[in-house]
């Protein structure tokens, strides 16, 4: 088993930059694919953010954050991160950490029912 702790959320206005972690605890992930999902307010489902390989040498994003928010990961430290710039009013959302066996290529990994692991989450809300 795999336990996920976020951290890093906040209150930012518009344009600014929050930096969100999450640490794995139980396993080394360094063979998993780690991922940040969010759950807008109102919403029931959990959309895609970012997705990263075990290795780290494969990304994807979703479109709406694409130039802005960057994952990374440390494998050494059992963590990975996800730095967002210039947020915007509609990124207010939980931002959730995933992760899971890499079964798949990456992007397959986008859809949420493909991810076996999830942190509790950490609030994100951006003022205008």
């Known amino acids: 088993q795999v336990q996920l702790v976020e951290s890093g959320g906040g209150l930012v206005q518009a344009g600014g930059s929050l930096l969100l972690s999450c640490v794995a605890s139980?396993?080394?992930?360094?063979?998993?694919?780690m991922g940040w999902f969010r759950q807008l307010p109102g919403r029931k489902q959990r959309e895609f953010v970012a997705?990263?390989?075990?290795?780290?040498?494969?990304?994807y994003y979703a479109d709406s954050v694409k130039g802005r928010f960057t994952i990374s990961r440390d494998n050494a430290k059992n963590q990975v991160y996800l730095q967002m710039n210039s947020l915007k009013p509609e990124d207010t959302a939980a931002y959730y950490c995933?992760?899971?066996?890499?079964?798949?290529?990456?992007?397959?990994?986008?859809?949420?029912?493909?991810?076996?692991?999830w942190g509790k989450g950490t609030l994100v809300t951006v003022s205008s």
């Open positions: 139980g396993r080394s992930i360094d063979r998993y694919v």
């Open positions: 997705v990263i390989s075990w290795s780290g040498s494969n990304i």
């Open positions: 995933a992760g899971a066996e890499e079964r798949y290529t990456i992007v397959v990994h986008q859809s949420p029912n493909t991810m076996d692991y």
